[in-house]
């Protein structure tokens, strides 16, 4: 039997047609295929979804036709499916097409009519993680108790993700070796994140508190003490007697899931993960930051993106209305 590690690479181009490689490619195409993992995580469950839905109607799924699209995702729209849940599952069912090397259905202007259709029913505007105040940080953080192993992860955690303005999947994948403590600040070292997929080392700086209470880089530092380690996740689970998990590389990391419960069991049930980022982004507008300089922390490519992520829409703490002199 061949070695199917010897055989030709055949890659699907963005045009459809097929391009061979040398089998010595095949791990490179595999990563730029595929993408991220919390990507190819999502994007399963979602194509199991349509696959599902395609058995039902004894319809193809791959290839799919752009009258099988359009039905599936008018049954979303019609189950009250918010509109990026149903753009997420279109674009797993694109991806699935690359893969495949099939011409993609998502593509078809018969379909983006019925996209553009279905956001002006169901609406466009996405219900976004709120941002909380730092005298709501604040106050959470006080009510911690500091003198477990939990308090004292769960404030480093909170006051990083804020100061840093952190995705929950970057705080996740950080280890202990990321930290790097100088005279001027505590620097993160990002080897990776949802806006640098290739492996382009990013840094954030944290930096200190006038109150050691609520002091990121003092945070972070007891919590380091507390693990006995230079290395492996830096934040981890706890054991049975909120005690921190044995330190074996790779295991007992946070979830995505567990940050976002900690936000919520800290901050309240209306707010998420995402806060920590949006909260960092809205403050810093408001402080009058320029957008360079939380572009420098957030790692965003444009200023668009600090707009979309700004939470700024109460109209009685932002608003030129009250500098008109009158």
Request: hydrophobic share 40%.
């Amino acid at each position: 039997m061949e070695n199917s590690s010897l055989l030709p690479v055949v890659v699907p181009t963005r045009s459809h047609s097929l391009v061979e490689l040398p089998p010595s490619v095949a791990r490179y195409v595999e990563a730029g295929l595929h993408g991220a993992e919390n990507t190819k995580r999502g994007y399963a469950a979602d194509l199991r979804s349509f696959q599902d839905y395609c058995e039902h109607h004894q319809v193809l799924h791959l290839p799919a036709e752009v009258t099988t699209v359009a039905g599936y995702v008018s049954q979303m729209a019609d189950r009250g499916m918010k509109l990026a849940t149903i753009r997420r599952h279109v674009a797993a069912i694109a991806k699935l097409h690359q893969l495949a090397g099939q011409p993609s259905p998502t593509g078809h202007e018969a379909l983006q009519v019925v996209l553009d259709g279905i956001a002006r029913l169901v609406g466009k505007r996405q219900r976004q993680a709120p941002a909380f105040t730092v005298a709501e940080l604040k106050q959470s953080i006080r009510a911690m108790d500091v003198t477990t192993p939990t308090g004292l992860r769960d404030r480093a955690l909170l006051l990083l993700g804020f100061a840093g303005a952190f995705r929950r999947s970057e705080l996740v994948a950080l280890n202990v070796e990321d930290v790097e403590l100088t005279r001027q600040a505590l620097v993160i070292h990002l080897r990776q994140s949802k806006t640098n997929q290739y492996g382009l080392e990013e840094d954030k700086a944290v930096f200190y508190s006038p109150s050691a209470d609520f002091c990121p880089v003092r945070a972070v530092q007891e919590w380091i003490e507390s693990l006995g380690r230079t290395s492996g996740p830096l934040f981890t689970r706890m054991s049975r007697g909120t005690q921190v998990r044995p330190a074996q590389p790779g295991q007992h990391r946070l979830t995505d899931q567990s940050v976002n419960d900690l936000v919520q069991r800290h901050l309240g049930i209306s707010y998420s993960a995402h806060s920590l980022r949006a909260s960092f982004v809205t403050i810093a507008v408001e402080a009058g930051q320029s957008n360079k300089a939380i572009k420098n922390q957030t790692k965003q490519k444009t200023d668009a993106m600090i707009e979309r992520y700004a939470r700024l829409d109460d109209v009685k703490r932002f608003n030129a209305a009250q500098y008109l002199g009158l």
